[in-house]
């Protein structure tokens, strides 16, 4: 959504949606707004509470059975398994799409690892098509004055038009871009902790094969969940940086990572979207 300063200032029941890598400061804005009326919706606690909760019990499931205290549990319906996930801890979804490599050192074989990620993919677009509908909850059952959609860091990623279309028609786009220090920070971050991500497809067969040959392996089962991830990790921030340059360039605008971590309030927020507005106009 493109506006004016003054048509954003004007604007009622403000809706916006945070783009921008795991890490930029979306979810930590969020919970600050929170405070002061805003609706947090997060992506990806929809995906693993509606989209993805039945794939992620099912997985924890497939792993509990091979505990045979815990199969004889199960089988006999004298325990039960779910989701425990919250905004703020949305660790089942990550385990769930896991990592490629090894299966001994807890890796995914291809085809499985393929089959999570377009489960995921297919979850993630229902999730941001939801948006409109929740920012209409959010005022009409929460009473909420304004919205804030948690976009996850791979909604660039998704190659769908109509998705972007529909956010740009609800809400204002916030991509959030990392400094240089920032950047390496995060990548530095995902060299000491990597986490579980979402390719796309090209990408990953891609960077895949790269990653064999360098590595003289011939077979993905051969190859080290962690390594894997941490040498992946940069090439995707840098695959994904024109991606969200050019959504923002199309239906929003861009703010630093520098500048979201300055904001400490509401107001402050508001300002740096009119600030943002007023520069790209």
Same mark, same amino acid.
């Given at each position: ?23 930029? !400061? ?189 590595? !003289? ?65």
């Amino acid at each position: 959504m493109k506006l004016s300063v003054s048509d954003f200032q004007q604007w009622e029941h403000k809706s916006v949606t945070l783009l921008g890598m795991s890490g930029v !400061g979306k979810t930590r804005l969020s919970a600050l707004l929170r405070e002061a009326d805003w609706f947090h919706y997060s992506g990806d606690y929809r995906i693993g509470t509606h989209y993805l909760d039945e794939a992620i019990l099912d997985n924890i499931k497939q792993q509990a059975m091979q505990v045979p205290f815990l199969r004889d549990l199960l089988r006999s319906d004298s325990i039960y398994i779910r989701n425990n996930i919250g905004v703020d801890h949305l660790k089942p979804v990550a385990s769930f799409l896991g990592k490629l490599g090894n299966p001994e050192h807890g890796g995914l074989p291809l085809a499985e690892f393929k089959r999570r990620q377009r489960l995921h993919h297919q979850a993630e677009v229902a999730a941001m098509n939801d948006v409109p509908a929740f920012i209409d909850k959010a005022q009409s059952i929460y009473g909420y004055k304004h919205f804030i959609n948690d976009a996850g860091g791979s909604v660039c990623e998704l190659d769908s038009p109509e998705v972007m279309q529909t956010l740009a028609a609800h809400t204002l786009i916030l991509y959030i871009k990392a400094t240089e220090d920032d950047e390496q920070a995060l990548i530095q971050r995902a060299e000491r902790a990597p986490k579980p991500l979402f390719y796309r497809e090209s990408f990953l067969d891609q960077q895949l094969a790269i990653y064999l040959q360098e590595q !003289g392996l011939d077979y993905v089962a051969m190859i080290e969940p962690n390594d894997f991830v941490r040498w992946i990790f940069p090439r995707l921030f840098s695959a994904r940086i024109p991606r969200y340059d050019e959504i923002a360039a199309d239906y929003g605008y861009t703010v630093t990572t520098e500048e979201i971590a300055r904001v400490e309030n509401s107001d402050d927020f508001l300002d740096l979207i009119g600030r943002a507005i007023e520069r790209e106009s």
